[in-house]
């Protein structure tokens, strides 16, 4: 079992910044991909970023290139995402996840989720 508990999460205007926390404890940490999904309400929960076991190779969605990072540290047990220039639509819960195998992008692929942090962005 692998526990995740985020934190960071809260509400900043137009362009701000903020990041998120992810510590995780059970499992060894860098066994998994680590990966920030996010939810807004009445939508499906999408990919935003996600780092290799290594911390080597990084993924993002396209509409978040440029503004967010993913970065872990395997020492910590820990993943952040660092947010900058945020805007409206990225309001929403993000969550962060843990994956032994499988694709990336995908969900229904990740073995373990934390409980999410919400985010919101005012214009």
């Known amino acids: 079992q692998v526990q995740l508990v985020e934190s960071g999460g809260g509400s900043v205007q137009y362009g701000g910044s903020l990041r998120l926390s992810c510590a995780a404890s059970g499992r060894t940490f860098s066994w998994y991909t680590m990966a920030w999904f996010r939810q807004a309400p009445g939508k499906e929960r999408e990919f935003v970023a996600a780092?290799?076991?290594?911390?080597?190779?990084?993924d993002y969605t396209d509409s978040v290139k440029g503004r967010f990072t993913i970065s872990r540290d395997n020492a910590k047990n820990t993943v952040y995402l660092q947010m900058n220039s945020l805007k409206p639509e990225d309001t929403a819960v993000y969550y962060c996840?843990?994956?032994?195998?499988?694709?990336?992008?995908?969900?229904?692929?990740?073995?373990?989720w934390g409980q999410g942090t919400q985010v919101t962005v005012s214009s």
């Open positions: 780092i290799s076991r290594s911390g080597e190779s990084t």
């Open positions: 996840a843990a994956l032994s195998t499988g694709t990336w992008r995908y969900p229904k692929d990740y073995d373990y």
